[in-house]
């Protein structure tokens, strides 16, 4: 029997993960793909949260011809789009979910409650929020700190396209260094590219470790379930 060593957590993922190879847009044999773990921690009874992205649809920073607060929110108008097809995919493979967006949108998603998404998490349904903070201004990795400190997430996990954190752009230089184990000190006085400086500043404050992995490897979300030593893990010393 598998053991999980975290009974919650939270895990970020880009809006460009769902796109697969096409770049823009959702693929959803990728989508489905991602699912797959998500479903198999579900199974093993690990409370899930996700705070999903919305690169693949529009990237508010580099619209600079444009108000950056109405930006942001057509932003977080792609992260709606992004948390639906999670959450179709989720229950296509059997897994009980439910959206919850920080924008509200009734008809297609519930509010965000902290009340009623930490119940939705106890009755083994994944939760997948929307719409990042509800703020412009603030990334959707501000929004994965938030919400892991809401609903009191043990570890986020940060799945990217890249196998951990190094000291500089591994796809740029072959000499990269790939760290271990980081604090968020250094993370912070390095300006590493681990998150934003106000989620990683939100971690840091609220003792939350994050784990950065490759989701090229979906099933690394069950490996790192499972401890399994991937990735790279950032916490306070």
């Known amino acids: 029997m598998l053991k999980p060593v975290y009974k919650k957590i939270l895990l970020k993922l880009s809006g460009e993960s769902l796109a697969g190879g096409r770049g823009t847009g959702i693929d959803v ?3 489905l ?12 009874g690990v409370q899930i949260g996700i705070v999903v992205g919305g690169g693949n649809f529009w990237r508010g920073r580099t619209s600079n011809k444009m108000d950056r607060t109405r930006a942001d929110h ?15 995919a989720l229950e296509s493979l059997g897994v009980d979910a439910r959206v919850q967006t920080a924008i509200e949108m009734s008809r297609v998603a519930e509010p965000y409650i902290r009340g009623r998404a930490i119940r939705h998490l106890e009755k083994g349904r994944v939760v997948v929020f929307g719409c990042g903070t509800g703020n412009p201004f603030f990334s959707t990795d501000t929004a994965a700190a938030l919400r892991a400190a809401e609903i009191e997430a043990e570890v986020i996990f940060k799945a990217t396209n890249v196998d951990g954190v190094y000291d500089s752009d591994p796809r740029k230089k072959t000499d990269a260094v790939k760290y271990d184990t980081l604090s ?25 470790p994050i784990l950065v992995f490759n989701l090229g490897q979906p099933q690394n979300i069950l490996r790192a379930v ?7 893990l950032v916490q306070e010393n």
């Open 29 to 31: 044999p990728t989508v």
């Open 33 to 44: 793909k991602i699912c797959e773990p998500i479903r198999e921690c579900a199974r093993l």
């Open 74 to 88: 057509i932003g977080m108008l792609a992260t709606a789009m992004n948390a639906l097809a999670l959450t179709d």
């Open 184 to 208: 968020y000190s250094d993370v912070l006085s390095h300006q590493l590219q681990v998150m934003d400086s106000t989620a990683a500043s939100l971690c840091r404050d609220n003792g939350i």
């Open 226 to 232: 499972l401890g399994e030593n991937i990735g790279t």
